[in-house]
């Protein structure tokens, strides 16, 4: 029996039904979002260079070419329609460089769905 049919029967009342739909409404717009802000200011560069260079639906084979033709080194170990990157970027301004985590998520059918840019602690430069 769907929800429809419990609700015109009288098993759920209208203020149940109103809250699971205040409730559902921002996941579903949030689920949409394709590039997760983040708050860092340092990390804003290489944000707005992901949001420039692959940008929501772009093709897994074209984020992997993105990424190996700029040397930024990928996880081996990551699930299933998932890439792991590591990105390097030196603000030119302050001369501190800022490493960060992105995991690229793709659909069912190979498209970018979302990216998330998470802070790391920096490496030495890898020779």
Excluded: W
Excluded at 16 to 31: D, H, K, R, T
Excluded at 83 to 105: C, G, M, N, S, W
């Amino acid at each position: 029996m769907t929800l429809f049919h419990r609700f015109k029967k009288g098993t759920f009342s209208q203020r149940a039904l109103s809250a699971a739909l205040a409730l559902a409404i921002p996941m579903l717009v949030s689920g949409c979002k394709k590039m997760l802000e983040t708050h860092d200011p340092q990390l804003k560069p290489i944000q707005e260079m992901l949001e420039a260079n692959v940008p929501a639906g772009t093709p897994e084979s074209v984020v992997n070419q993105f990424l190996s033709t700029r040397g930024y080194p990928t996880e081996m170990e990551h699930k299933p329609g998932t890439i792991v990157a590591i990105i390097r970027h030196i603000d030119t301004e302050k001369l501190q460089p800022v490493t960060a985590r992105v995991t690229f998520y793709f659909d069912a059918n190979g498209k970018l769905n979302a990216t998330e840019v998470v802070r790391t602690p920096n490496q030495p430069i890898p020779q």
